[in-house]
């Protein structure tokens, strides 16, 4: 399968599959709006493909930026709108947990404020599906899942412990966990798992 996968939820990074050779970069300093387009260009270059000579695009969905998750799934459902591509979801926190070599995990990313999202994992098994929770409470449920692996963003290393941040290898295994289950672009929505900073009233996160 020829795909190419983005992450827009902190940060830009993508990677690109293509007979068998991987092509991945990253920019964690530019805005989405301002990086992806060039991220994406550099990427079919080192591969020497166009876009009509992918099988599938893929966008991991959140939970993250607003912004950033509304910039990188326009991009993937225009672009599979405009060439009848099909289209793939990656969970960001499932992202996350495979930076620890499967089994129990719980997956961290920070949602600013001192909240953050998790979700827990066995193996591919969604066992605590994603929560928006203060620091707080994330650390508490850490204290009481013990024998659970810790995967975090880069942002909560140092809270959190464990292993911390997604590069090409974890685009690429979640790429290819992902792309057989191919939906239609108009099917690619957004996880927001949290109001929107006009929309919270008292007692939202």
């Known amino acids: 399968m020829n795909y190419l996968l ?73 672009v599979c709108y405009a060439l009848g591509k099909r289209c793939f979801a990656v969970n960001n926190l499932r992202l996350y947990s495979y930076n620890n070599n499967g089994g ?19 193996g591919d098994e969604e066992i605590s599906p994603p929560a928006c929770v203060t620091l707080d409470d994330a650390k508490a449920f850490v204290a009481a899942h013990s024998d659970f692996a810790v995967s975090t963003d880069t942002k909560l290393a140092s809270a959190f412990g464990g292993k911390a941040g997604a590069g090409e290898r974890e685009l690429v295994l979640a790429a290819h966990k992902a792309f057989g289950n191919g939906i239609d672009q108009k099917d690619l929505l957004p996880l927001y798992i949290r109001k929107a900073q006009p929309e919270r009233g008292a007692g939202d996160l």
Request: contains cysteine.
């Open 104 to 122: 129990k995990t719980i997956a961290i990313a920070d949602a600013g404020n001192k909240v953050c999202y998790i979700a827990a994992y066995d």
């Open 6 to 78: 983005i992450d827009t939820a902190c940060g830009t990074r993508g990677v690109i599959e293509y007979g068998g050779t991987v092509h991945y970069a990253e920019n964690t300093v530019g805005s989405g709006s301002e990086a992806l387009m060039p991220l994406i260009d550099g990427l079919l270059k080192k591969a020497g493909i166009t876009l009509a000579d992918l099988d599938i695009l893929g966008a991991c969905v959140g939970p993250g930026s607003f912004t950033g998750l509304r910039i990188g799934l326009a991009t993937v459902k225009t």
